[in-house]
């Protein structure tokens, strides 16, 4: 029984993932994923990389997620099954490919500036 751990990140967000040979339940921080993304979006988000590779309820995967929001959770957690699932069987590596799941999204929040109200938004500018 081989376990495969792996990683994904989107914004501030980290996932640790433990993929196993199993029936299908994926588990987010010791609770279910439909309790821990209550929205229907962000349960498809992570089952995205299952259903292109055609591999629903064939793995067990296990979770630990920290840091940034619900989405951005999902997000990781759906890079990092993309990531267990290629190394598991190289096979999935086209069809994975092919649906961008294996390419880390760069985007993260602009820092905000002295001087300014947030990243690019000023002060209001009074000229009299």
Do not use: C, W
Not at 63 to 76: K, L
């Amino acid at each position: 029984m081989s376990v495969t751990n792996t990683l994904g990140r989107r914004k501030n967000a980290v996932v640790r993932v433990y993929v196993t040979p199993g029936k299908g339940d994926i588990t987010v921080n010791g609770r279910p994923y439909t309790e821990y993304f209550p929205l229907e979006t962000l349960q498809q988000i992570l089952l995205k990389s299952f259903t292109a590779t055609g591999t629903v309820g064939q793995y067990d995967v296990k979770a630990n997620a920290y840091g940034g929001g619900i989405s951005g959770q999902a997000e990781a957690l759906q890079l990092a099954i993309a990531r267990a699932l290629d190394e598991i069987n190289p096979e999935h590596h086209t069809a994975l490919k092919a649906s961008k799941l294996l390419t880390r999204d760069p985007r993260m929040v602009e820092r905000k500036k002295f001087g300014q109200r947030k990243a690019r938004r000023r002060f209001q500018f009074s000229k009299r």
